[in-house]
């Protein structure tokens, strides 16, 4: 028997409520039926005796007290999953949009997932190669990690994620990759051009979309990262492929989610957002990685535009806080042309240092990242003292350090957005830059590393060539 | 049959009416899958319970099932080496029950009930027992005997107790008739209740360093036994990392490691390098002596507003035995986020920043469960509590940072900037401080070297004058100072890259003892003292430099083994050599 309440008693933005409900249990799915026979979707966020307040997926537009009729599913939310979603272009909901028409499902599950044991998991050691210098170089992305991209509008960041899943490559051959990319509130040129990246790489069949436009309903960007990690989880764990998942933008779901906090009459903490924002980011962060004994991973690169370029703005500060590193793109230098405009001090992968070196990528690795990291350190020291007395003023050292860190970012940072180094490539090309530097200022490498590698006048041969 | 049910459901918060028999903190299971949850409030007929699983599919009518007492972990042998969540459920079972993603409703008790453990029992029928006398004791592990005591509150007449033997954690060892009559039955497992602090004898003072190994901490601001210290920093600084090092290093008995409200990778990381590493002192492996605690962030938030409260109890049980146990809580600010996160869904009236006004009273009552006692027993024993704070926005003015100020005498300050220049551990030599310093001076005269303080004080003066002269370096440059400042800046630079930079990757440098610490600050002034008379005697700081004894000294911390300081000899005589050589030049 189909039991269904007609009228509600209360609307309120995106929520409604109804009274007089029995059996109804927290975070059900219900089902709104409009007077034109259409259906919405909704979900129970407060059950308080017999009073229930649903979140309508799809808004309340045109909704009044008297045309609809609501019936609740008992169940959660839930998406229908089967590997015959690579591919497959869904809504923020998850429901398909190709016009392919619906999905035959393997199997059902709660968009919400559960948090993954720690002792089920494995600690995530793998590389995965991008090809970009600055990344694979100094914050190498680790198979099962959460490595998002810090950005501002207007800056690279698409392009630069695009050209990370072209050219993404996993050390040995294990296992297939697959791609979900979930837009949250994107502008429709911008998943066009992933759509039209995908394609142009060959990838199409390996990639699932999540599309919620920046004029889709808010409600559903806050189902769709959620959506998008149980369709990778999915690929991971059920079926072993090693899924990328980029999600962008992070900034608009967590306005989303915000604007949904203050509907429901939620006391603000920072900025307005809710206190629950750490958590709530949690849930869908702490959504990658690897499980023992299973074959699959998920790997996220989340991408968000900071506000203002602020980096302690609540979005990326508490993203930071969950995340295993950051890859930041600087205004300054995107402003000079140099693409990627990566500033290479405030990212940061955490994982690499477990992922790199000996029996990973190559000895020299961890010594030599850690010396550019320290000599471009310098270079930003240097900087900020000829703004005061003037470049001529600089000591002879100050000087050599200019020069490295222009040499830097012309030749390891920037790179073209088709262009792809091995890994051989960047730490060559590493270790040339720092040739021009005397050998005695070298403090992180090893006197073995530099026998090896420092080689003077290595860059001017570069130059020449 | 209980008559309680579920009223209202929003999210973690659960309204329950049908009585008013629920006491407050009183736990409870909710709903038909038996949720765990605890009593926070009650309002007439309709009590508040805050749930610690995710409430998905609970409904109102369903059932409530008091259990009469309040949150309570079961302690006893089998605790060390293993893992478990912010309510004590041992993480590898609910692997074994739910599979690698966590189910919900699942009651397992922090302890294997069916192994047997070797214990000897103490008490004979008829001997007087009081609390904090020892009554059964069984091997832990290789290195840790696990000391069962009895409980404060229990004291009598032993009417009966078993013979040494095999028996589970669950077996009656010993029954006490107090003078009411009432048999208490001991075992080798006990209940406690997790919010309130364990009694114990009485607080001694703090007088002995925890020698972490880490040379920044050791002689700049070192921590006491039974201190409490405070890690804030924004991310990317390096708390993890630092926690992990004193983890691993600290010369502690047990250390209990509490993942509050953070990273699953980071926990599964823990888990993996502390069975790998060997315990220096022991041999074996850490692990052995550690206990994990993990409620990452994704998992529920009212439980990890809980697992301080649990790491702190299983600190102060192994405590009262007389053991000396670090509590590593990673991150504090986690937990007052949650604070905040229930206390905005109880309504209640926010105070700074959305944190509730009893936020400093919580984070005081956890601090100040830290200390060095007396224990029932007669024994001493000592909790000491580092908690790392994770600032908004890296801003150190924000609520906890600055509430935990208060309550901590030890505050290593994690700086960006240093963090960017791969300078670790990135604690911040101005901005630090410690308030343990004073008291444990004797200590060190005693148990080191008589010239460790004075070595210390004029380290960290040589750093001070640094920064007071970089701030004009970096309007003027370094050029035109004169050369005895010229000086400062340089030995500075080798205590900075020498000496507070250590690298937790190389084998020799990331646990270095005392002595060898103190070898390196003697080392450097050397160089400093002869290089400053040269200098005064108008020699050029640049002939010095000139030499590379500078930047030996800087590679030093690599080159000279833990086990054997004799080559601080070759050192001594390479400064000599150096400092005579450019002086012979000169005139």
């Known amino acids: 028997m189909r039991l269904e309440y007609t009228g509600l008693s209360d609307l309120n933005g995106s929520l409604v409520a109804l009274e007089g409900v029995s059996g109804v249990s927290y975070d059900e799915l219900a089902e709104l039926t409009m007077a034109d026979g259409s259906t919405r979707y909704g979900r129970v966020i407060l059950i308080e005796g017999d009073r229930a307040v649903l979140q309508v997926f799809e808004g309340t537009r045109g909704m009044s007290l008297e045309n609809t009729r609501t019936h609740f599913t008992g169940k959660p939310m839930d998406i229908a999953l089967s590997k015959e979603m690579l591919g497959r272009v869904f809504d923020g909901a998850g429901r398909p949009i190709d016009g392919l028409g619906e999905l035959f499902p393997d199997e059902r599950r709660n968009i919400n997932g559960s948090a993954i044991n720690p002792v089920s998991r ?187 370029d602020d980096i302690t703005h609540p979005i990326p500060d508490l993203t930071g806080y969950i995340t295993e590193g950051q890859i930041v793109l600087e205004r300054n230098m995107d402003q000079s042309g140099v693409y990627p405009p990566i500033n290479i001090l405030s990212s940061l992968s955490r994982l690499m240092k477990d992922g790199i070196g000996e029996g990973y990528t190559r000895a020299d690795h961890p010594g030599l990242s850690n010396q550019l990291f320290a000599s471009y350190s310098k270079v930003q020291e240097a900087r900020s003292l000829a703004s005061v007395i003037g470049e001529d003023e600089l000591s002879a050292l100050d000087k050599q350090y200019l020069r490295f860190g222009r040499a830097f970012e012309e030749y390891f940072i920037r790179q073209g957005q088709q262009e792809e180094r091995t890994l051989e490539q960047t730490l060559e090309l590493g270790w040339v830059l720092l040739s021009i530097l005397p050998r005695g200022e070298l403090d992180r490498v090893s006197d073995k590393e530099l026998d090896a590698h420092y080689k003077e006048g290595a860059f001017e041969r570069l130059k020449e060539a | 049959m209980s008559d309680y049910v579920i009223y209202s459901v929003n999210g973690p918060v659960v309204k329950v009416t049908g009585g008013r028999g629920l006491a407050m903190m009183d736990m409870v299971y909710a709903g038909e899958q038996q949720l765990i949850g605890e009593v926070v409030s009650v309002d007439g007929d309709m009590t508040t319970v805050q749930v610690y699983e995710d409430t998905t599919g609970l409904a109102p009518g369903q059932p409530v099932t008091p259990t009469g007492a309040p949150m309570a972990l079961l302690l006893g042998p089998g605790l060390l080496g293993n893992i478990f969540d912010g309510i004590g459920r041992p993480l590898r079972d609910l692997e074994a029950a739910s599979g690698a993603f966590l189910g919900r409703g699942i009651n397992i008790p922090a302890l294997d009930l069916e192994r047997t453990w070797d214990s000897e029992i103490f008490v004979h029928e008829g001997d007087t027992v009081t609390p904090g006398t020892l009554y059964a004791s069984c091997q832990e592990t290789p290195a840790i005997t696990h000391r069962c005591l009895v409980p404060a509150g229990v004291s009598g007449k032993v009417v009966r107790a078993v013979p040494n033997g ?179 869904r109880l309504e209640e009236m926010p105070a700074e920043e959305g944190f509730p006004a009893y936020l400093a009273s919580r984070l005081a009552e956890f601090y100040e469960r830290a200390g060095y006692v007396e224990t029932l027993e007669g024994k001493e024993g000592f909790v000491t509590v ?105 030995i500075a630079r080798v205590i900075r890259l020498g000496f507070l930079q250590q690298n937790a990757y190389h084998a020799v440098d990331t646990y270095v003892p005392l002595t060898k610490q103190l070898k390196m600050m003697e080392c450097i002034l050397r160089l400093y003292d002869k290089a400053k008379e040269g200098v005064e005697r108008a020699i050029p700081l640049s002939q010095y430099l000139a030499t590379g004894v500078f930047d030996a000294l800087v590679k030093m911390k690599y080159e000279v083994p833990n086990d054997d300081l004799s080559k601080f000899d070759d050192y001594n005589a390479q400064i000599d050599q150096a400092v005579e050589q450019v002086n012979q030049a000169n005139s």
């Not at chain 1, 695009?162 to 502008?187: H, L, N, P, T, Y």
């Not at chain 2, 804030?232 to 290093?249: E, I, N």
């Open chain 1, 122 to 308: 494995l600690y995530p050691r793998s590389c995965i190669y991008t090809g970009v210098s600055a990344i694979d170089g100094c914050s190498t992305l680790i198979r099962g990690q959460k490595l998002p991209i810090f950005s501002g509008a207007g800056m690279a960041h698409n392009e630069l994620a695009a050209q990370m899943v072209r050219q993404a490559r996993v050390a040995g051959d294990d296992g297939e990759f697959a791609i979900v990319f979930a837009a949250m509130g994107v502008k429709n040129d911008v998943a066009e051009f992933f759509r039209r990246n995908f394609e142009e790489a060959g990838a199409l069949q390996r990639v699932v979309m999540f599309l919620n436009l920046a004029s889709d309903p808010i409600i559903e960007r806050i189902l769709t990262p959620r959506c998008a990690l149980t369709a990778a989880e999915y690929l991971a764990f059920n079926h072993g492929y090693h899924v990328l998942v980029v999600m962008t933008d992070m900034t608009s779901y967590c306005e989303a989610v915000r604007e949904f906090s203050s509907s429901k009459g939620e006391i603000p903490s920072r900025k307005g957002f809710p206190a629950y924002l750490y958590s709530d980011l949690a849930s869908l962060y702490e959504r990658a990685g690897m499980i023992a004994g299973k074959q699959g991973s998920v790997t996220q690169v989340p991408i968000l535009t900071m506000p203002n």
């Open chain 2, 166 to 344: 095999s028996y589970t954690v669950e077996a009656v060892l010993v029954e006490v008739e107090d003078d009411r009559g009432q048999v208490h039955q001991l075992k080798l497992a006990s209940r406690c209740p997790i919010r309130g602090a364990r009694p114990m004898g009485r607080r001694l003072p703090v007088s002995k360093p925890l020698i972490t190994g880490q040379r920044i901490i050791d002689t700049l601001f070192p921590i006491g036994k039974g201190g409490a210290a405070a890690i804030p920093g924004p991310f990317g600084a390096g708390k993890t990392m630092t926690q992990h090092q004193l983890a691993k290093w600290s010369d502690a008995d047990i250390i209990v490691y509490l993942g509050c409200g953070e990273r699953g990778n980071e926990m599964t990381q823990a888990l993996e390098e502390f069975s790998e590493l060997k315990d220096p002192r022991t041999g074996l492996p850490l692990m052995n002596r550690t206990i994990l605690l993990a409620n990452t962030s994704n998992m529920p938030v009212a439980a990890r507003e809980a697992s301080v409260y649990t790491g702190m109890t299983i600190a102060e049980y192994y405590r009262d035995m007389g053991y000396h146990v670090a509590l590593m809580a990673d991150s504090t600010s986690r937990w007052a986020e949650a604070l905040r996160e229930i206390s905005g």
């Open chain 2, 386 to 490: 580092i908690g790392a704070v994770s600032p908004q926005g890296g801003d150190f003015s924000e609520p906890v940072t600055q509430n935990t100020k208060r309550f901590i005498r030890c505050f290593w300050a994690l700086d960006r900037s240093l963090a960017y220049a791969r300078h670790f551990p990135s604690i911040h030599w101005m901005n630090s401080y410690s308030e343990y310093s004073a008291e444990l001076r004797p200590w060190y005269a005693q148990n080191v070297s008589p010239d460790f303080d004075k070595c210390r004080q004029r380290i960290a003066n040589l750093l001070r004058e640094e920064s007071q002269l970089m701030e004009i370096v970096k309007l003027i440059g370094s050029d035109i100072l004169p050369e005895d400042q010229k000086l400062t800046i340089e």
